[in-house]
């Protein structure tokens, strides 16, 4: 996860310090004022925002945007006018705070004031059944629109029916269906509804939603990459930021799993090497290669002298609170401790900006490449015409490694469209919200901050982002299995070891979690919804 310090906004529940349970919600009073407006796509947002009860508000849009005002009344209760009285069409239609973001909304179905009134009569007719006798059939057939008031009254007693269910997945894939088909009015609708759904300590599904809420107001907003880059920046200090990365390691184990399994499957690759060189393409903190060192001090015939090659984005700095320095010197002095050779390099670069000089590779190393949550923030030929993903598999296999390692999130982002993306993230993250769920209290504060701190940066991302900006573009494990195929690697089946070990871990967390091996790839799951893929490759 990788983070920076810039200047601070507000507007987000992200902002928010975790205080007392009762002020987990946002207050009124904040805004998207500094939020850049433009399409990531490069097209025109339509810009909207919505009136919401303040104690159930999450991100408040109805302040601060361009071109944006108050789209949807709500009477002092908090539902939807439309409820209690259909003339607010003709009052909202007159009101200078009616504005589309165009001079007609495409989710408007009156084009002018002299149908205005036959096409209130004909919505009222078609949701309360009055009689047919009372239209005007002259202007009816004049203006030819009877069955698109049958349609829109059919969609509003919808959505109308379906908040009074209550059911927030339904909700939000109704809101999501509607900025797919850029009913923007329906969607300001669904999204008032669904703030006063949400919460940052509720159950999973309210939990995630309440991030989900967020990833939907910034696509309709079309700030999605502001908010993603901001969320970087409004990180807390460096060591807090460290503990909650280390709960969210501590509470699940998909962290331990993809270190362990790809740490077993290098282990068994060099097993017989006097010299190794591990390449680490995001290093982060470096504790994945703490037990590795300890367990090749114990190999028989003595150690092998160790090189690693740390490589992270700069910006990681802010959470370690320093430089990959601080890296080398933790592990160099846990290799001493353990009398095992050891030599570190640090490369403060992107993953898109590594070239080969950049390894300094030595001639006799047997040479691990680990490529752990971090080949899905390449970008591929579905963004621009540098496929850097491929790229580096393809500068991995040019080094003729002894194994190739990959972790990765099994979850389907990368080029699925907007609606398919919105529901593969709603499924992969409630699992994970559900797993901390069993660990953490909901009140618990270290929760709620943790789970703002590492996991609704990326959910907003993926929602809000299109094009280079949307950086979170994780790819399910068969075409992972393409990608390294074509570069020209083959399986290397994890051993039964691994899967024993790995076993072993599950046994001190919850017995939801599921451990299954199909053609040499683990999978780590909850119930069943695979989370996390781990496979091994050689040349």
Known sequence: MQMSQKPKITGTVFDQPVKELESYRLPS?????????????????????????????????????????????FSPDGSPVLLQNYSYLSDLHHSPEYTCGSPISSSCVIDN????????????????GSDLDHFDDHSIAASGRATEVSTEAERWKYMMEMIARGDLKELLC????????KDMYMADCLIAELHQLVSVSGEPMQRLGAYMVEGLVAKLASSGSSIYKALRCKEPAGAELLSYMHILYEICPYFKFGHMSANGAIAEAVKEESRVHIIDFQIAQGSQWLTLINALASRPGGPPSIRITGIDDPTSSFARGGGLEIVGQRLRKFAESCKVPFEFHGAAISGTEVQLENLRIQ????IAVNFAMMLHHMPDESVGTENHRDRLLRLAKSLSPKVVTLVEQEANTNTAPFLPRFLETMDHYLAIFESIDVSLPREHNERISTEQHCLAREIVNI??????????????????????IMAGFTPSPLSSIVNTTIKTLLQSYCDKYTLEERDGVLYLGWMNRAIVASCAWRC
């Open 29 to 73: 009073n904040q805004s998207l004022d500094q939020y850049q407006s433009g399409s990531d796509d490069g097209s025109n947002g339509v810009q909207q925002s919505v009136h919401k009860p303040d104690q159930y508000r999450t991100l408040d849009s109805s302040s601060g945007m361009q071109n944006s005002s108050s789209t949807a009344s």
């Open 113 to 128: 004031e002299n149908d205005l009134g036959h096409m209130i009569r004909q919505l009222e007719t078609a949701m309360l």
């Open 174 to 181: 109704a809101c999501a269906k509607a900025i797919e088909n």
């Open 363 to 366: 001639p006799g190393e047997a």
């Open 463 to 484: 929602i809000a982002c299109e094009g280079p900006e949307r950086v979170e573009r994780h790819e399910l494990l068969g075409k992972w299995r393409s990608r390294f």
